[in-house]
């Protein structure tokens, strides 16, 4: 999200009347029990994390999809959900396999393939650093010992272009090895960027190398007659395509124009697609009870309030979006937008809801993004009340759904009640939801919905991109960042076991003012400053601490 961040006192008054006290807290009481009661139910160990594709998000869908139905409200288009294909990478067919003489290497332990090899079968009787055309090539990755320690070496690039070369030159295969002992060895990387070259590609691991090759080991694997060490590489590298479904449901006033409100269902499942934050051994459900389970019922609680209204609130159609796909990349939403059947003209603004349940009960601070996308939002500055602790983000872009429409020229408003420690972890549960608070949050989203039904649909204005968004990390600090705190440096609210911030000794409640030569002043120049290191570097961080500097060490560790 924006880091262009100004905190301003907010709340609009109700638009229908306000209930007697006794039946408002009665009626407050009643949605706090069904947010509570969806909730509980998709962050269960059942739905073993939602993944997009798994059983688990096929559940959660199923529950959905009852509940509208439950409210009386129709499908979206002809049925409530919607299936979205998308590519996912590559992955090694089960019968890949790198033998040298008549031991089969281990997978990852003792060989590593990559992702842009060429899937085939080729064989050969070679010797080591002899090159010859029409044969596999076994040849060192690194060309130092320096460079196997180098924590910049661009190892992926560097196996890429000489595989490129050595299948110019006529080699069938290229078998790499790590005679150095490399500190940040290649990995598969499912989501390389790079094409399929034109040969199979393998690297073998230092501790295979020392087993196998070193001090001519390999002379041991060479059958009296033949020439050479038989290797064999049967490599097979398949595109991996995998599935997710939206849920939408529709109240069809008849309007020209429709409100579009969303929230996305799915989550990390076991932390299978590497975005967890999770640290331990052991795989562990990740339930995402606040992500973004509090997200899913508070767009059920908005459809339940508005189709109780639909009679008043008719000046707009609304339409209830349930998103998959948000955790590996706004994917459902970005389908939705490109598939919708409505042309996004015709999409009065809308309301995204991403991790609404964790409002803290002394601070009241929530999050209000994409407040620059419409000059109609400005109007809800202008009568503050004591509800809310509002942070306001201009930018139309983010790191949720609501990014998809904002950037289909829809105008967007984005409420998140903010990070904390549990974040991507197996510990986000329901206990852990402030269900009075998403009580607060939720009535005060249906007061803004309710006063814009009285109004022309909304203008749109385009702002300007966040830089952190266009920041590619290569470490992480390993810290909850306090987006609420606006005092000069990032205050931590959390960290991360095993990450580099709590190994350096920084605490719950520091405010980094520095992190090396850069100084930070917020959250932009943190994200900046962050951006110039990589797996690693060392360097000192400064941080204030119940008022006192301190500095202290750090080292970066691989993301």
Same mark, same amino acid.
């Given at each position: 999200?924006?880091?262009?961040i100004?905190?301003?006192?907010?709340?609009?008054? *109700?638009?229908?009347?306000?209930?007697?006290?006794?039946a408002?807290k009665?009626?407050?009481?009643?949605?706090?029990?069904?947010?509570?009661?969806?909730?509980?139910?998709?962050?269960?160990?059942?739905? =073993?994390?939602?993944?997009?594709?798994?059983?688990?998000?096929?559940?959660?869908?199923?529950?959905?999809?009852?509940?509208?139905?439950?409210?009386?409200?129709?499908?979206?288009k =002809?049925?409530?959900?919607?299936?979205?294909?998308?590519?996912?990478?590559?992955?090694?067919?089960? &019968?890949?396999?790198?033998?040298?003489?008549? !031991?089969?290497?281990?997978?990852?332990?003792?060989?590593?393939?990559? *992702?842009?090899?060429?899937?085939?079968?080729?064989?050969?009787?070679?010797?080591?650093?002899?090159?010859?055309?029409?044969?596999?090539w076994?040849?060192?990755?690194?060309?130092?010992?320096?460079?196997?320690?180098?924590?910049?070496?661009?190892?992926?690039?560097?196996?890429?272009?000489?595989?490129?070369?050595?299948?110019?030159?006529?080699? +069938?295969?290229?078998?790499?090895?790590?005679?150095?002992?490399?500190?940040?060895?290649?990995?598969?990387?499912?989501?390389?960027?790079?094409? +399929?070259?034109?040969?199979?590609?393998a690297?073998?691991?230092?501790?295979?190398? &020392?087993?196998?090759?070193?001090?001519?080991?390999?002379?041991?694997?060479?059958?009296?007659?033949?020439?050479?060490?038989?290797?064999?590489?049967?490599?097979?590298?398949?595109?991996?395509?995998?599935?997710?479904?939206?849920?939408?449901?529709?109240?069809?006033?008849?309007?020209?124009?429709?409100?579009?409100?969303?929230?996305? $269902?799915?989550?990390?499942?076991?932390?299978?697609?590497?975005?967890s934050?999770?640290?331990? &051994?052991?795989?562990? !459900?990740?339930?995402?009870?606040?992500?973004?389970?509090?997200?899913?019922?508070? !767009?059920?609680?908005?459809?339940?309030?508005?189709?109780?209204?639909?009679?008043?609130?008719?000046?707009?159609?609304?339409?209830?979006?349930?998103?998959?796909?948000?955790?590996?990349?706004?994917?459902?939403?970005?389908?939705? @937008?490109?598939?919708?059947?409505?042309?996004?003209?015709?999409?009065?603004?809308?309301?995204?809801?991403?991790?609404?349940?964790?409002?803290?009960?002394?601070?009241?601070?929530?999050?209000?993004?994409?407040?620059? +996308?419409?000059?109609?939002?400005?109007?809800?500055?202008?009568?503050?009340?004591?509800?809310?602790?509002?942070? @306001?983000?201009?930018?139309g872009?983010?790191?949720?759904?609501?990014?998809?429409?904002?950037?289909?020229?829809?105008?967007?408003?984005?409420?998140?009640?903010?990070?904390?420690?549990?974040?991507?972890?197996?510990?986000?549960?329901?206990?852990?939801i402030?269900?009075?608070? =998403?009580?607060?949050?939720?009535? $005060?989203?249906?007061?803004? @919905?309710?006063?814009?039904?009285?109004?022309?649909?909304?203008? $749109?204005?385009?702002?300007?991109?966040?830089?952190?968004?266009?920041?590619?990390?290569?470490?992480?600090?390993?810290?909850?960042?306090?987006?609420?705190?606006?005092?000069?440096?990032?205050?931590?609210?959390?960290?991360?076991?095993?990450?580099?911030?709590?190994?350096?000794?920084?605490?719950?409640?520091?405010?980094?003012?520095?992190?090396?030569?850069?100084?930070?002043?917020?959250?932009?120049?943190?994200? =900046?400053?962050?951006?110039?290191?990589?797996?690693?570097?060392?360097?000192v961080?400064?941080?204030?601490?119940?008022?006192?500097?301190?500095s202290?060490?750090?080292?970066?560790? &691989?993301?």
């Amino acid at each position: 999200m924006s880091l262009r961040i100004c905190i301003l006192l907010l709340v609009i008054s *109700p638009v229908f009347g306000i209930l007697p006290a006794g039946a408002q807290k009665k009626a407050d009481r009643n949605m706090a029990a069904r947010i509570k009661a969806d909730i509980y139910y998709l962050a269960s160990d059942s739905l =073993e994390g939602r993944r997009t594709g798994s059983e688990g998000e096929r559940k959660a869908g199923d529950y959905i999809e009852n509940r509208y139905k439950q409210l009386g409200i129709s499908p979206y288009k =002809e049925q409530y959900r919607s299936i979205f294909h998308f590519p996912f990478g590559r992955e090694l067919a089960p &019968n890949t396999q790198v033998r040298l003489g008549n !031991v089969v290497l281990k997978p990852t332990e003792e060989v590593i393939v990559f *992702p842009f090899s060429k899937s085939k079968k080729v064989k050969s009787e070679i010797l080591p650093d002899i090159l010859e055309t029409g044969k596999i090539w076994m040849m060192p990755l690194y060309a130092d010992k320096d460079e196997a320690r180098d924590p910049h070496f661009e190892w992926e690039k560097a196996v890429f272009d000489k595989a490129v070369e050595a299948a110019k030159q006529g080699a +069938t295969g290229l078998l790499l090895y790590d005679n150095y002992g490399a500190k940040y060895p290649p990995e598969f990387n499912r989501k390389s960027e790079y094409e +399929t070259v034109d040969i199979p590609v393998a690297y073998i691991t230092a501790a295979a190398y &020392n087993k196998y090759i070193a001090d001519d080991h390999y002379e041991e694997y060479i059958t009296d007659g033949l020439p050479g060490l038989p290797v064999e590489l049967n490599i097979g590298v398949r595109k991996v395509e995998r599935s997710g479904t939206n849920i939408a449901a529709y109240i069809d006033n008849k309007a020209p124009y429709t409100v579009v409100l969303g929230a996305h $269902y799915d989550h990390l499942g076991l932390g299978e697609d590497g975005n967890s934050l999770y640290s331990g &051994n052991d795989k562990e !459900v990740h339930n995402g009870a606040d992500d973004n389970a509090s997200g899913t019922a508070a !767009v059920l609680q908005m459809a339940e309030l508005i189709n109780n209204k639909r009679k008043k609130l008719s000046h707009y159609n609304y339409l209830f979006i349930n998103f998959s796909g948000e955790e590996l990349g706004l994917l459902g939403s970005k389908a939705f @937008v490109k598939d919708m059947g409505l042309d996004s003209s015709k999409v009065a603004y809308m309301i995204n809801m991403d991790m609404v349940g964790r409002l803290n009960d002394s601070t009241h601070a929530l999050t209000m993004g994409g407040i620059g +996308t419409s000059p109609a939002w400005a109007q809800f500055m202008d009568r503050p009340d004591k509800r809310f602790k509002i942070v @306001v983000d201009s930018s139309g872009i983010g790191p949720s759904d609501h990014t998809s429409f904002y950037n289909a020229g829809v105008p967007v408003l984005f409420f998140f009640t903010g990070l904390h420690s549990d974040y991507h972890k197996p510990t986000d549960d329901a206990d852990k939801i402030n269900y009075p608070g =998403e009580v607060m949050v939720v009535r $005060y989203m249906y007061d803004i @919905v309710a006063k814009m039904d009285k109004e022309p649909k909304p203008g $749109y204005t385009i702002t300007k991109a966040p830089a952190v968004g266009k920041t590619r990390f290569k470490v992480t600090l390993g810290i909850m960042p306090d987006y609420t705190f606006n005092e000069g440096g990032v205050r931590v609210d959390g960290v991360t076991e095993g990450r580099p911030a709590i190994k350096a000794g920084i605490k719950t409640g520091d405010i980094i003012i520095q992190l090396g030569d850069n100084k930070v002043q917020g959250m932009q120049t943190y994200m =900046e400053a962050l951006g110039k290191f990589a797996a690693g570097d060392k360097t000192v961080v400064k941080v204030l601490r119940e008022g006192k500097e301190i500095s202290m060490p750090l080292e970066f560790a &691989n993301k």
